[in-house]
């Protein structure tokens, strides 16, 4: 047993003097002033100890008094954590391991206090004999040293890793949110309107805090979209561990990337511990199951990415047992889980509590890019201001990998940024095919420039498709990590490898040195896949995509098609010949095309719309439009802001066809957002070329689409500037008097709106926007329908001063807005002989006895009047001698509907 304690003395040393950089001559010199007798007398009284070590505020000469007072109070909260243990077992060589730490407060301050804590933790579980001791303590420091030495990422590698550790958690709450209606700032900034947004209420949560709301056992799941940081943010919190900064109450972390074939074929806790020697997994697996996994972290990342058909043995169903069947084990251990959104519900009854990870916001993003610039401030401006110009950039960056690939690119090109994902992609592949010839094949950098991907050199080009074989193979078969086996599967060569676009990863039986093989980003499998495809018979295919495209990763692998081969023919020889020699797209993709808009399934119509802003092919929109039967319905579809994209650029080019009568398209409650409207008048920019009369005219619903002052300045740009709008509903959208202000500012030049809704859009007509709707009425000579229904409307002088000078305006809503008896009254002043229909009936109008008398007195003389809507009041005879007068006049009958209060 003494020889026990000796060799836990020695090996406390060990690790102190490489954590803490101590040399033997530091530590020799600091024992030696320690007599280990006394050490009983000074324990009962603390402050004598300190003053011993001279760690008492009085002896700090070269610190301040507030700093050693500091030191002072956390030193002896760490000493009494440290010797409370001891004392109590009364194991000398114990003790003098806690005063080596104490003594060591000297060299490294506050760190000492943390490892003091550390260790009194370590050594307390219930879980451990005393002759267990050293073996837990050793495994679990090289679990320490473990974490530590990986590499978390260098702005030299490619594609880049963010050099910043930026995360943003957010925990989500049972409470579900409407798309339009969320009053919460920080919900309403998590909620973007991309496929992956978690659709509930959300609080800010700190990493150290993700398990304080856990009432049962410590089961959290993190969900983020594709590239959010998940996995970066699972290997973090497993090295806060390692250095003492995090979770210390545990006392293993074991990090788990399920993408390793090796972990999802694992039977038991040996298989799936990390370890230099597979007689160490032996050794600790049977201690943490007979544990319950006590004092146990189990960090598993990816949980997206786990085959549908898990072997039910499989160690993972232990950890998280999914059904009754599963035997629970480790029921005391801690669990944190990484999935993508889209593929946890299964685990969303199990767990404790749901995380998400969030990804920059504007803020964070210029802090990023100021430090990947190295604080050129004026660089950062600029490159915040060409994202800003392109939505689709900026819709992508807000995940960190995208971010990075676009500052590396800008550093790298002369100030030049990528215009879209399919550029910031293709830039990772053609960077590490240039990286491969240089350093694989001795090529100059200059002659190993590669600008596309159709022009690969000879001398790789079989390499690159056998890699595009690999990805296209694991696109099919739902694979994200490759074995040597799969290579042959395929016909590769290990070759492949070397490129750069797949990443050997050691899998946890390190001993054996097995590895297993994925791409640096699942989106450059995807593209790399939709190479493959393009390079195949055009029966092969259409075959391919008839069998695949609703599936949820080939919707990624068609819209790199779509770009590499325009929705062509066979792409070695049609797709580069100009559009006059081959006009129409071949008669498998219009026939793939038909099947999709049949089936009426808006997220694949979606799909669509973004392969055609790809293909960028006016037939193919005027295809798909006639298809559509002229509307485009996706009303109450959550559409993210480059769904809107896609969208605004297929309507820009169904209008610039020339095709003869309208297209509506119904985006009535899309959780769009003034983001939404941005992309969406992006896309429609294309309409800006084509100022024929004859081009279709569009009907435009936006209904219910949370759409601020800010979405009008965007719309108003559309108005101002083309004339392919024919009826715009904006009802229901927090528009504001300054947001319908600028859209009326707009409308006074367009000539192409004939239709306007309006309708509860928290209009009050100040005198601003009352002047605005003034000239809108007086200079607009397209608009015949105008409605204002809904808002609260109380002054009408403005409205009236327009229609004096309105030729055109024929039907006008101002039901349920709060009219005046003065406002009616104002009203009849300003109404012509072109109005047909007017409606001012409903909540709250009230037209008393005067203003009765002036509104039937106008209307009377009113020869275009066709029907009135007003509320019912006692005077409703008075309209019966009015159509009476007006019969004698030859003039038609003037229908009235009376409506109650």
């Known amino acids: 047993m003494a020889e026990a304690c000796e060799s836990r003395e020695y090996l406390t040393i060990s690790v102190l003097k490489r954590e803490f950089e101590v040399t033997d001559s530091q530590l020799d010199t600091k024992v030696k002033e320690i007599e280990i007798p006394q050490l009983a007398a000074c324990f009962d009284n603390t402050d004598d100890y300190l003053e011993k070590l001279e760690l008492s505020p009085g002896q700090q000469t070269d610190v301040t008094e507030e700093k050693a007072k500091t030191r002072l109070n956390r030193t002896q909260a760490g000493m009494k954590l440290a010797l409370k243990y001891w004392l109590y077992k009364n194991q000398l060589q114990a003790t003098f391991r806690a005063l080596l730490l104490i003594i060591l407060s000297l060299l490294k301050g506050d760190v000492a206090v943390q490892v003091c804590k550390y260790l009194s933790d370590k050594y307390t579980l219930s879980s451990y004999k005393n002759d267990q001791l050293e073996f837990p303590y050793t495994y679990m420091y090289y679990l320490r040293n473990h974490y530590q030495t990986q590499a978390f990422g260098s702005s030299t590698q490619w594609p880049p890793v963010p050099i910043t550790r930026i995360f943003k958690l957010a925990m989500i709450q049972k409470e579900n949110v409407q798309r339009r209606r969320i009053d919460d700032e920080f919900v309403t900034q998590t909620i973007t309107g991309r496929v992956d947004d978690i659709l509930q209420k959300k609080a800010p949560v700190c990493i150290e805090d993700i398990f304080t709301q856990c009432e049962r056992r410590k089961l959290v799941l993190i969900e983020g979209a594709p590239g959010s940081g998940k996995s970066t943010l699972a290997l973090h919190i497993c090295q806060e561990w390692a250095e003492g900064k995090l979770f210390q109450e545990f006392d293993i972390a074991v990090l788990l990337r399920l993408r390793d074939p090796l972990i999802r074929k694992a039977k038991s806790i040996d298989d799936i511990l990390p370890c230099k020697k597979s007689a160490v997994a032996h050794q600790v697996g049977p201690s943490i199951v007979n544990s319950d996994g006590k004092g146990v972290l189990w960090v598993l990342d990816g949980w997206d990415e786990l085959p549908s058909d898990l072997p039910r043995d499989s160690i993972l169903n232990k950890i998280i047992p999914l059904d009754s069947c599963s035997e629970t084990l480790l029921n005391q251990s801690a669990v944190i889980v990484t999935s993508r959104p889209s593929s946890s519900a299964e685990l969303h009854p199990l767990v404790s509590s749901r995380l998400e990870v969030l990804g920059f916001t504007p803020f964070e993003l210029e802090q990023y890019f100021t430090e990947c610039l190295q604080g050129d401030t004026e660089s950062v401006q600029i490159l915040l201001g060409k994202i800003r110009e392109n939505p689709v950039v900026e819709g992508s960056c807000y995940l960190p990998l995208n971010a990075s690939i676009v500052a590396h690119v800008f550093l790298s090109g002369d100030h030049s940024i990528l215009t879209s994902n399919h550029a910031i992609f293709t830039s990772v592949v053609r960077f590490n095919l240039s990286l491969y010839m240089q350093n694989r094949l001795g090529v100059a950098p200059k002659k190993a420039m590669i600008r596309s991907l159709d022009t690969i050199p000879k001398r790789i080009r079989i390499v690159f498709r056998q890699l595009c074989k690999v990805a296209y193979y694991g696109v099919i078969e739902n ?354 002989n072109y109005i047909e229909e007017l409606y001012i009936h409903g909540c709250n109008t009230i037209i008393e006895e005067h203003g009765m008398h002036i509104l039937t007195n106008c209307v009377a003389n009113l020869t275009a009047l066709k029907h009135l809507w007003i509320p019912s009041t006692s005077m409703n005879h008075v309209f019966i001698e009015v159509n009476k007068e007006r019969r004698k006049y030859g003039l038609s009958e003037i229908k009235v509907t009376f409506r109650s209060q």
Not at 569 to 592: E, N, Q, T, Y
């Open 479 to 832: 694979k994200v990590t490759f074995t040597a086996d799969d290579f042959k599967l395929c016909g590769t060569s290990d070759k492949v490898a070397e490129i750069g676009l797949l990443q050997a990863v050691p899998s946890i039986l390190v001993d054996n040195r097995e590895f297993y093989y994925n791409f640096v980003h699942l989106t450059i499998q995807e593209l790399l896949a939709a190479v493959h495809i393009s390079h195949m018979s055009s029966t092969d295919q259409m075959a391919i995509f008839k069998k695949m495209f609703g599936h949820p990763r080939f919707t990624s692998v068609f819209k790199f098609y779509a770009k590499l081969t325009k929705l062509r023919a066979h792409r070695p020889l049609m797709s580069l010949l100009p559009k006059v020699i081959f006009p129409s797209s071949p008669r498998g993709i219009l026939d793939l095309i038909t099947e999709i808009l049949m089936e009426r399934r808006n997220l694949q119509i979606i799909s669509l719309l973004h392969c055609l802003y790809e293909a960028e092919d006016t037939s193919l929109c005027v295809f798909v439009a006639s298809r559509l039967g002229l509307k485009l319905d996706l009303s109450h579809t959550l559409l993210s802001p480059l769904d809107c994209l896609s969208i605004g650029y297929f309507l820009s080019l169904v209008c610039m066809s020339n095709m003869k009568g309208g297209f509506t398209v119904n985006l009535t409650d899309c959780c769009m957002s003034d983001q939404g409207c941005k992309f969406l008048v992006h896309g429609l920019r294309k309409c800006l070329y084509s100022h024929s009369r004859k081009s279709c005219k569009l009907d435009l619903l936006l209904l219910a689409n949370s759409i601020g002052c800010d979405g009008a300045q965007f719309l108003a740009e559309i108005l101002r500037s083309t004339n392919v709008l024919r009826k715009l509903d904006l009802s229901e959208n927090e528009l504001g008097n300054k947001g319908i202000s600028l859209l009326c500012e707009a409308l006074t030049v367009n000539t192409s709106v004939e239709v306007l809704y309006l309708k509860k859009c928290s209009l009050t007509i100040d005198e601003e926007c009352g002047s605005a709707i003034c000239q809108l009425l007086s200079r607009n000579v397209s608009l015949t329908f105008l409605n204002l229904s809904w808002n609260h409307i109380t002054n009408c002088h403005h409205i009236a001063a327009g229609l004096a000078n309105n030729k055109t305006l024929t039907t006008l809503h101002l039901s349920n807005c709060d009219l005046t008896d003065q406002s009616v009254q104002d009203l009849s002043k300003g109404l012509n």
